[in-house]
Nanobody
Framework: QVQLVESGGGLVQFGGSLRLSCAAS????????MGWYRQAPGKERELVAR???????NYVESVKGRFTISRDNARNTVYLQMNSLKPEDTAVYYC???????????????WGQGTQVTVSS
């Protein structure tokens, strides 16, 4: 069994900052890419940021320069530092982690429970 526990969401004013964390635990042999998605009401879930096992990152255009994704491999944790937040960043944020639970097993996607981020104008 694998568990992903997210934390760090909340209510913040326009221009404020939040830091999301997502810690993976359980039956983990290896972790590949880690990422953050978000889903606003009435919209499809979108990829916000992603970081590979070698540290390569990519971001959706709307958050470039404001958000930073990072990972702590010793703690099996991925972070999303969000600065200069805007009301359009309001959404439920989900972490996504590619985990191989046993040697020679292909990694598969695991999802966090979601954390609400609300930015007031």
């Amino acid at each position: 069994q694998v568990q992903l526990v997210e934390s760090g969401g909340g209510l913040v004013q326009f221009g404020g900052s939040l830091r999301l964390s997502c810690a993976a635990s359980g039956s983990i042999f290896s972790i590949n890419a880690m990422g953050w998605y978000r889903q606003a009401p009435g919209k499809e879930r979108e990829l916000v940021a992603r970081i590979t096992s070698t540290g390569t990152t990519n971001y959706v255009e709307s958050v470039k320069g404001r958000f930073t994704i990072s990972r702590d491999n010793a703690r099996n944790t991925v972070y999303l530092q969000m600065n200069s937040l805007k009301p359009e960043d309001t959404a439920v944020y989900y972490c996504n982690v590619q985990i191989a639970t046993l040697p020679l097993y292909n990694p598969r996607d695991f999802w966090g429970q979601g954390t609400q981020v609300t930015v007031s104008s």
